[in-house]
């Protein structure tokens, strides 16, 4: 979901017909306070999972910790890297360094909907954790309840024409299913928080 030019408006269309803008500028800046929130919570070895164009990857960097980003976009991970943090083009499912060894993994952007099944996604995060590590993870706000099916971007480019990307499987996540979610997953909810219209939660693994 990224490209090189910040300026062209992307929006994401859901297969139940929502349509929700895509906050490309907010991804290609420097890290907003609610992420800035995140990077506190975060005491170890951290992998930003879907990195984007890594503007949380580098403030976890510049907060002295070791953090690598992971995308399957080649763009994204040469974008991570041209501002000084490191960056894998990998499948998050696919083999990872450190698997086991991380401390936190995060999820930020909507990017719970990797991949289109949140449980299998958290399970997966918990491969990569010490024990007791944590996932921080963006959620959406009440109502919004679990949802999981086929979504597509949709961009507009400077002529005006909109053009639509291919289908991939996508889920939406919100801060009341979170828990059975996270339960299925193995993990607890130990923290909600709010920053204006956005929620976040962390995770721990059941001990």
Request: proline content about 6%; glycine content about 14%.
């Amino acid at each position: 979901m990224l490209a090189d030019r910040a300026a062209d408006r992307r929006w994401l269309l859901d297969g139940d017909g929502v349509r929700r803008a895509l906050p490309v500028g907010r991804w290609h800046g420097d890290a907003e306070p609610a992420v800035a929130a995140l990077v506190s919570r975060c005491a170890g070895p951290t992998l930003d999972l879907g990195c984007g164009p890594g503007r949380l990857t580098v403030a976890l960097t510049r907060a002295g910790l070791t953090a690598v980003g992971v995308d399957v976009s080649a763009t994204a991970v040469r974008l991570t890297r041209a501002r000084g943090a490191v960056a894998l083009r990998r499948d998050l499912f696919g083999p990872l360094p450190g698997e086991g060894r991380w401390a936190h993994t995060v999820l930020i952007d909507g990017n719970i909907g990797i991949g289109g099944d949140p449980v299998a996604l958290l399970r997966r995060c918990r491969d990569l954790l010490v024990p007791g590590g944590t996932v921080l993870v963006e959620l959406e706000p009440p109502g919004a309840g679990l949802w999981q099916g086929q979504a597509r971007v949709a961009t507009a480019h400077g002529t005006g024409r909109l053009v639509l990307g291919p289908a991939f499987r996508w889920a939406r996540l919100d801060v009341r299913a979170v828990h059975p979610v996270a339960g299925a997953a193995g993990f607890v909810v130990r923290h909600l928080s709010r920053w204006g219209r956005r929620w976040f939660g962390e995770l721990t693994p059941h001990r």
